[in-house]
């Protein structure tokens, strides 16, 4: 998480004038499944830059195998980051019943607006999705975002923030490609 970080908050130091370029551009750092690296290794380095993120978190596992806690996320959360949800269970949504999908996406906002949180956002577990799984999306939340690489048009459409890809930075992602991405 740090190597993604840093990555992007290099753009600041290149030199390069991004705000001239970049006429439309929304840059958001999201953090799925809700381990405690979030907030031991990406909240550091994104304070110090006044930036925040969102966590999308999965219910069952809040405390549990190196994941946020309830405290944890309250602290993120007071400090001005997103609580966003991930599912109950961490399940592909395509392989349950509908019924069992309307669980996943009622019981995990439930759970965390219990704890405190304006849960508007989804991420669907592992990007996987059809049509239905977004109608039933569409009922309890404001976005869903995908595990799909691409850049999503500004301003977001009706359809469109329901399916919104990601730019994927890992250790070995360049500053450029970041760069070309942004």
């Not at 006429?23 to 031991?40: A, M, R």
């Amino acid at each position: 998480i740090v190597a993604i970080i840093s990555v992007a908050l290099s753009l600041t130091w290149t030199g390069r004038n991004i705000d001239s370029q970049c006429v439309k551009s929304v840059i958001s750092f999201t953090f799925d499944d809700g381990y405690e690296t979030t907030l031991t290794k990406a909240y550091p380095i994104l304070i110090k830059y006044n930036f925040k993120g969102t966590v999308y978190v999965i219910t069952d596992f809040i405390g549990k195998d190196n994941r946020l806690n309830v405290m944890q996320l309250i602290f993120l959360y007071s400090n001005g980051w997103e609580i966003a949800s991930h599912g109950v269970t961490h399940t592909d949504l395509t392989t349950l019943s509908r019924d069992d999908v309307i669980k996943e996406l009622t019981q995990s906002k439930s759970v965390l607006e219990q704890m405190g949180f304006g849960i508007e956002n989804f991420a669907v577990p592992y990007g996987e999705y059809n049509h239905d799984i977004i109608e039933l999306i569409k009922q309890y939340y404001v976005s869903n975002k995908t595990a799909f690489e691409g850049l999503n048009e500004i301003p977001v459409d009706d359809n469109s923030r329901y399916q919104l890809k990601v730019i994927t930075v890992k250790q070995d992602t360049t500053l450029d490609y970041v760069y070309q991405m942004i």
